[in-house]
């Protein structure tokens, strides 16, 4: 019975059964929670197209209230267009998973940091992230109407010496 009721998911979730595994293969989860995923990606993709938008995403609790959830689904998205396949949606919520290895999540959270893509951290990419976080706005937090520049909240001064300590806590050999 229960080979009986695993295929009939298979097949009802839209998933071949080779697909199924690829993923199982590829990724931390088993296969009923690539079924749940499938289900969840089809939920969101409101506008039916086989793809999600940021906008489709964003209601997704793992990016709900997240300053960088934008700059996630570029990361993940097919040629930074911010649509997601499933298979691009499999591997962002690989990194959420607790299966998943520092190593990987390490790669991952370097990407979403490094914002200008020149493979280092610097200055510039702290003080655009500090922005994001500082000047987020989602649907969820209403209370907040008008947007304030990151220099609005902190001094210049303030900005550099954050962006400094952190670098140093981050490369003490120095930048």
Same mark, same amino acid.
């Given at each position: 019975?229960? %080979?009986?009721?695993?295929?009939?998911?298979?097949? @009802?979730?839209?998933?071949? !059964?080779?697909?199924?595994?690829?993923?199982?293969?590829?990724?931390?989860f088993t296969r009923e929670?690539?079924?749940?995923?499938?289900? @969840?990606?089809r939920?969101?993709?409101?506008?039916?197209?086989?793809s999600l938008s940021y906008e489709e995403l964003k209601f997704l609790g793992e990016l709900r209230a997240n300053p960088l959830a934008h700059?996630?689904?570029l990361l993940f998205s097919e040629g930074d267009s911010g649509h997601l396949s499933f298979q691009n949606f499999v591997d962002m919520m690989a990194v959420f998973s607790y299966r998943t290895p520092p190593e990987i999540k390490l790669i %991952?959270?370097?990407?979403? %940091?490094?914002?200008?893509?020149?493979?280092?951290?610097?200055?510039?990419?702290?003080?655009?992230?500090l922005d994001q976080i500082v000047n987020y706005q989602d649907d969820f937090c @209403?209370?907040?109407e008008t947007k304030k520049q =990151?220099?609005?909240?902190?001094? =210049?001064?303030?900005?550099?010496?954050?962006?400094?300590?952190? !670098?140093?806590?981050?490369d003490p050999d120095g930048w």
């Open positions: 019975m229960f %080979w009986f009721s695993s295929f009939f998911s298979r097949e @009802k979730s839209g998933l071949s !059964l080779q697909e199924t595994e690829q993923l199982v293969s590829n990724s931390p929670e690539i079924l749940r995923l499938h289900s @969840k990606y939920h969101l993709d409101v506008n039916g197209d086989n700059r996630i689904c %991952w959270a370097f990407a979403i %940091w490094d914002f200008d893509g020149d493979d280092v951290i610097g200055p510039e990419d702290i003080k655009y992230g @209403k209370e907040v =990151l220099e609005d909240e902190m001094t =210049l001064h303030e900005l550099d010496e954050v962006v400094q300590i952190t !670098l140093g806590e981050i």
